[in-house]
């Protein structure tokens, strides 16, 4: 007997807005996590792939069997994923670098 055992990293997503359309979380808050001020944190605006503003946390990415998800049709951009690599070495490595720190300074100028 053959187990799959093809494991993916995944980041958790979580909504910003509740039911009514409403934002869980404070407006400042969510500039600052679009600003990149939190390494944890990328925010994902509300767009034809996702249905409300999220946003994924860095600090809780774990791993599960790949049979254990469902496929979706979207992607990040190739720039974006470039800061969200960059941010989690960030978190694991401890040195602010890369794509993630470029951006910020640009985003907090």
Not at 85 to 96: D, M, P, T, V
Request: charged fraction near 25%.
């Amino acid at each position: 007997m053959k187990l799959d055992k093809t494991l993916c990293i995944v980041a958790p997503c979580y909504g910003l807005t509740d039911e009514l359309g409403n934002l869980k979380i404070p407006a400042d808050m969510l500039e600052r996590v679009g600003n990149l001020e939190f390494p944890q944190f990328f925010y994902l605006p509300k767009s034809a792939s996702i249905d409300k503003e999220s946003f994924l946390r860095l600090d809780s990415i774990f791993h599960t069997f790949a049979a254990h998800l469902e496929p979706s049709q979207w992607t990040l951009s190739e720039p974006a994923w470039d800061v969200v690599r960059s941010q989690a070495e960030s978190l694991i490595s401890g040195k602010f670098g890369g794509a993630f720190k470029s951006v910020r300074e640009i985003l907090l100028a």
